[in-house]
């Protein structure tokens, strides 16, 4: 984005030529002018966004950061809301009523017409992260009893889709789902052929309450653009197209990254200070408690410290590597829960795996800083005890990482947790008190080795 293009927006809106900036943001790509609005204060955002034709705002208001759709949706009008509503597909027109709060979201459906009303009803009735929140209604059904000629008339009368305009799914005369049809297998047959008589089983359907992440996964795996989407009783209710497929993809992924980081839901690196703030502040809180009881675990062996001063070297090493250890495996883990690949029934046999690669791992990390330690003239009695310590944390790094995010999976929370709580709090408090305990026996039982060094040079 052009920084010079934004402060002569901004100059524009300060001089108060509205008419100047109309003309200019309604001539700018959808993509840019989400750019635009991500990245001005909430002033010039709301003033910007109430400058815009309708169905330009409607296009605009789908591609902006969760951040950014959370303040225009909170400081519109909701009639101007409503407005934008009508204008987008049933699924994005759910999406965003989801995220209002009660009163807005009925004074908002209020004003819809009665058709969108009853669309917006159905989806809203689901959870917004499952197949049935996913779906849009807005496709045409053909049945098996239908000749190709009546679909194509249907067909005409339609117009063209471009999200779906290749596909046609089929059902039974109650509804039931039977399959999909080619359009342009239309063209290959009579006038008076039956669907049925050329239609083709689907490789694959949701059910309503089935997760969006599952789904995602159906159609990666079938390589299909579309998934159509069931209920208990195989009717057809509605379709996921592949964009909303890639959508579930991305948020599932920037969920992911957010939450492993500590930062918790989606947020903007645009928005204001204090909004970015309070989202963030919760997790900090969490991250200083771990730390104070780290921390507190080192205050116990004050006189183990006082008498080899040297060990404090290797604390944030011993606890640094324990982590990095197990945040690789909370990586492998979390991806591999996320695409489908294991399951709890996986978990023993992945932690014989990952002790063994982090016994082998300890094992080289443990031997190299044992070496340092005598390359650096500290006292020789360090060496065994950053080896002992290296080794026994980087292999608890590895079984934590293994096991938390299977349990948090099991536990229905979100895996990614794990990386940022219970993966930093206990590699550190545990890479110290091991470390710490195993110096505090050798000093009991090898006093005079506290002072010895070994000189290499």
């Known amino acids: 984005m052009d920084y010079e293009f934004l402060d002569r927006l901004e100059a524009l809106l300060e001089q108060g030529k509205l008419d100047e900036v109309r003309e200019i943001v309604n001539k700018l790509p959808v993509h840019s002018l989400a750019d635009v609005l991500e990245r001005v204060d909430q002033d010039d955002l709301l003033a910007i966004f109430r400058l815009l034709d309708t169905d330009k705002a409607a296009d605009v208001i789908l591609k902006v950061d969760d951040a950014t759709r959370d303040v225009l949706l909170t400081e519109l009008e909701n009639e101007r809301v409503s407005k934008l509503v009508e ?23 209020s004003r819809l017409p009665a058709d969108d009303r009853r669309d917006l009803g159905e989806l809203l009735h689901f959870p917004p992260d499952t197949a049935g929140g996913r779906m849009t209604v807005d496709f045409m059904k053909v049945r098996t009893t239908d000749t190709v000629q009546k679909v194509t008339e249907r067909l005409r009368k339609k117009g063209p889709d471009p999200h779906y305009s290749s596909l046609l ?18 063209l290959f047959n009579t006038s008076k052929t ?26 990666e795996k079938a390589e299909v653009p579309i998934v159509p989407v069931v209920d208990e009783q195989d009717k057809l209710r509605g379709i996921i197209t592949i964009e909303d497929i890639i ?80 945040s690789q495996t909370v990586v492998m883990v979390v991806r591999s829960l996320a695409l489908g690949e294991i399951t709890s029934a996986d978990a023993w046999r992945l932690l014989r795996r990952q002790v063994v690669t982090c016994l082998l791992l300890g094992l080289g990390a443990g031997a190299v800083v044992a ?12 060496a065994p005890l950053v080896f002992l310590s290296l080794l026994i944390n980087i ?39 091991v470390l710490l ?21």
């Open 169 to 186: 799914f089929v059902t039974d005369t109650r509804g039931h789902f039977e399959g999909f049809l080619e359009i342009d297998r239309l």
């Open 194 to 219: 039956k669907i049925r008589d050329i239609a083709q089983p689907y490789p694959v359907k949701a059910f309503l309450l089935e997760d969006q992440e599952s789904v995602a996964r159906k159609a």
């Open 247 to 326: 959508d579930v993809i991305r948020e599932e992924s920037t969920e992911d990254i957010y939450r492993s980081a500590g930062v918790g839901e989606a947020t903007s690196l645009f928005e204001s200070p204090a909004r970015s703030a309070g989202r963030r502040f919760p997790w900090l809180f969490i991250n200083l408690g771990t730390a104070f009881v780290a921390a507190s675990v080192i205050g116990l062996f004050q006189v183990t410290i006082e008498s080899l001063v040297a060990i404090t070297i290797f604390l944030p090493i011993v606890a640094g590597l324990g982590g990095n250890a197990g």
């Open 437 to 457: 305990t195993l110096a505090t026996l050798a000093l009991r039982f090898f006093p005079d080795l506290a002072a010895f060094t070994f000189k290499l040079f």
């Open 395 to 433: 292999m608890i790094g590895g079984m934590v990482g293994t096991l938390v995010p299977m349990v948090l999976k099991k536990l229905k929370f979100d895996p990614s947790l794990a990386s940022s709580i219970f993966l930093t709090a206990t590699t550190d408090t545990l890479g110290f008190l």
């Open 87 to 109: 204008e987008l597909d049933s699924d994005d027109a759910a999406d965003i009523v989801a995220g209002m709060s009660p009163e807005d979201r009925a004074a908002v459906i």
């Open 371 to 382: 070496v340092g330690a005598v390359i650096f003239a500290l006292p020789i009695i360090l």
